[in-house]
Structure formats: C-alpha cells, structure tokens
C-alpha cells in the first residue's frame, strides 16, 4: 500500500499543474500581506474582514486572516481539482486501465488515490499559512493581538496554537470535498459540489438543512480569533465531514469496484 | 450455454488441459446493445491466437472483460484456470495492451515503467527492465517525457511495459494500429519471437495479413457472435481451393478426380488448381504422397482476406463453423 500511495503521490506532484497551484498558495498570500500592509483604512463588517483588521496588529494572527479569504473559494477549487481528479485523471490519460491489468486491487488503488488528494489538500492548506505567516511576521512582526471588542489580549504562543488549530480544522473541513470529489472522480470528471454547497448554504429559507451540508461550519473556526472562544461548531463541522466521508467514500468504493472501465 | 468444448481447435499435441485462456458462453450487453453473445474458445500454452473481426464485432469488449476490466453479463472467463474478477491475481502472468498503449503523459517513459512496475507492490530489481528497455529501443527518449513521443514511440514502450515481468500469455488488442510499416514490421517479429520463446499470444486485429503472418490459430468473430474458428491455415483452406505442383501432372489429376473432397480439378500454368469441398488440404496432400507422387508445392490459392470476406457474408445467421472439428 505504501508503495502505490508513493507513486500516485509522484504522479500527482510532477504534474505542472500542482506546481502552479503551489506557487499561487505561496504567491497569493504574500499578496494579500502586501496589499493589507498598504492600507489604511480596514472595514470591519463581518468576522473576515475582522481577521483582517486584527491582523494589523500581528503577523501571527494573517495566518488565519488569508485562510479566511482563501477557504471559501481558492481552497474548495484546488481541493475540488485535487479530489476530482483523483481517478478520473489516469481514465483520461487511458492509464487506469494498465493500473488495474497490473493488477492493483481497485480498492486499493482507490483508498491510494484518496490519501494522496488528502495529503495535497492538507499540504496546500498549510501552505497557505504558512506564507502567510513568514509574510505577516515579515511586515507586522509577531506580537499579542488585542480583541477591542471582548476587551481580551490574545498571547503570541496561544495565537500560534490557534493558527495550528485553525488550520487543521479547514484542511479537515475539506475532508466531504475529497470524498464528494473522489466519489464523483468514479463517476465522472467533474466536482463542483462545494461551490454548489457554498451558494445553497447562503439561501437561509433552505432553513436547518444547510447544517448538513459539508460547508456549513467551514468558518466556525474564527471565533477562535474573534470571539476568544472555542465554538461547538467546530465539533459539529467535525461530525459532518465524518459523515460525508463515511457515505461518499463508501459509495465510491462499491461503485468503483462494480464500475467497467471503458476508458 | 454452450460447452467450450464445442468449439475448440482440437490441434495436434492440444489438451483440454492446456487451455490457459477459456471464454465459456460470454455475453455482454449494454443496455439493449449485445457486444458479445454466447463467445466460447480456448486459447492453449503455447498458441498465437488472432481474433478477428471487423470494427464493432466484439473484439476489444471481449478482451476487457477477460482482463477483468468490464464484468461479463453472463458466462464465465478464466485465465490459468482461474475465473477472471476484477484485479485478480492471475493478472500479474499477463501483459497486455488493451486499446493504445497509454501513459501519464507528463512522465519520462522510464519513470512510467518504474511506477507501473512499483504500484505493483514489486521492487524493480524483480522486473526484466532491461529486456524490456532492449524491446522498447528508444535510446536517449526514454527519458523523455511520455507527451513528446511518436505513437509508434508509445507502441514499443507499451510492449516494454507489459513485458516487465516475463508474463506466460500476451493479450494484445490492435497492436500494431497507427504505427507505420517499418514499426509494423518490428512489432509483428517482435510478436513472432516471443512466441517462439513459449510465450502464449491472443491477438485482436482488424488486420487480416497480421493474423495470417503471425497466428497459429484464429476465431472470426462478427456482431459479437462467433463465425469461425481453428488454425490459420484451416480457416484459408476451409472455404477455397489450393495449387499445387507434382513430377506427373496428369497422374495427380485422375488421383483427385477420385477423392470425395474434391470438387473439381483444373490445369494452371505448370500445376493444378484444386478447388475443394470443405478445407482439408492435409487429405489432399496425403492422398499425391500416398499415390508416389513427388509433391513439389501445395499453397492455398486463396489469403486469409478471401475466406474472412466469405466467412462474414456466409455467417450472418448461420451457427459457427468449426473448421477445426470438420478437418480433424
């Protein structure tokens, strides 16, 4: 097994494209550090934009401020790509049949196809952060954040725990997505059923339903930072990426298993 | 359900026992299409086997489901007497190319080699990598990325590949497709020295002169549906007649005049055109030698291409000719 998680792992690392994807993580972030070093004036409408303005104080609070501003899109379309392509990318290149005529178990090479999606998708996370990171330390230096609204000071070791935290828990929140898209991989080439969870999630008369979709508590995490506090969300969010692995992933293994590979 | 028995070529030396592929009443439907209805052959140790059959007769969905890759709709396929499942172990003593030859694209070829090798499970050290780099011949290109090759580049590390681990039986469907005929020729010597080195050949092809060059037997498939089957050389002779040359060319006609397999006999040039009932040519043979005569040429006047068009247009309908059993 650990053999075929490292040679699907060299596939999908020397492909020109995870070499964009990694450049744009780090790319990207130091971007945002840059523009938010120029600005003057911050708006504080809503918990992103609060991370944002909080971060002004510490470079080791941008961490989870670009993690807030890259979580809802660039992350779900890099883990969606990541996941989607899983399978359905070596049935493209007509590959998947010569994997299976090896024979590599379908099962196996599923489940080998899964960890190495996981393993990007958490790798490009903290990447993220970690540019992030270098860059906020770089302009803003590290230090306390102090929270004006909850009158508390946030030390730099427990700001440091939390970015961990925080971080873990949206690479985990990705965790429906690797199964939806590995789920779909099988079935098809697409998956852009995070951005469809992201657009439905927003329609409030859809009323508790929402909370089973695999989005829902992707921003619970910033209370952390916010409010100060651990949300019980987090656990729920938890629960619910379970929930779709569990399912999804059970449903991509039965299906790929009875699947004819025509490809 | 047919037995497989029925049908098949019951070779000299041939024994049930030998069959290291059996298709035992395969059907495959999709949805109200039929790919393949009621197919039964066996292919014995040792046998270059050709299916052939025009485009859309069933060949490669025959071979997919053999190599577990689609699941049959009912029958049965085993490989070394075991019942093919998807990814059974069997499949580690096959190589095959099914359809063109395909790789992750954005490696070099040799990396392709290595990692195909590797998800295995096996170490390279246990893969014959330089006989199959030797068979692949592509010098320097091998290090090359697998986008940059020519298709006839792709052919030849396609057979590298499936030759990594000295399979016993070679399932190659349309091998030789979109190469030009210098990489033809290489591919079909290739096949033919394998073969000679015990290697076991089941050969798909739409190219009737491959077939003919190269396999010992061959099983006419149209529709889906079984036409014919048996050597190569019965097929040829099944339907046609022969020329042949003898020391007393008058002699020889009144010896065929007189035997029940013979249809008519005509002069030719500096032989006799014998035009036969059914496709034992052995019989005919026979019967010259036995008579003291001195036979200096026997050759079908007819190429596989003839007794394939006529096999097609005579089948439609028909059940199966078993050219093997009728001769044997």
Redesign the interface.
Known sequence: MI??V???F??AA???RTLVVGALLVGLPALIVFALHQRNNVRQANAGEGLFRLARQSGLLVPAAVLGATSGFLLVVIAATFAGDSVAG?SA???L??????????GRLLVAKATVAGLLIWVSTFLVALAGLLAGIALFGAHPVNVVAIGLQISEKTLMLRVLLSTAYVAFGFTALLALGTFFSVLTDTAGVYIVSEILDGITQLGRVRYLFPTHYLDSWQSMFTDNRYSHDMIAGVLVQVGYLVVFGTLAAVYF??K???S | MSEPSDTLNDGPGDSRGDAIVEVDGLWKTFGAVSAVEDLSFAVRRGQVYGLLGPNGAGKTTTL?VL?????PTRGTTRLFGTRVT????E??R?G?M???A??????SGL?NLR??W????KRMRDADLDGALAIAGLGNAIDRKVNTHSQGMKQRLGFA?LLLGRPELLVLDEPTNGLDPGEIREIRELIARLSAQGATVLLSSHHLSEVEQVCSHALVMNHGRLVADGTVTELIGSTGSVYIEVDDRERARAVLQGLKIVERVQSQGDGLVVELRDGRRSEVAAALVGAGLQLETIMATQRLEDAFLELLAAGDGQPPARVAQAAS
């Open positions: 053999s075929l490292r040679t699907e060299t596939k020397r492909r020109t070596d290149w007509g590959n049949r010569y994997l299976l005529m090896r024979p590599v178990p379908r298993r009875r004819d590979i025509r | 997919r190599m577990g890759l689609e699941r998807p990814g059974c172990r499949l580690v096959v095959a099914v359809e063109q395909a790789f992750v694209p954005h490696l990396r990692l195909w590797e998800a295995g499970g590949r």
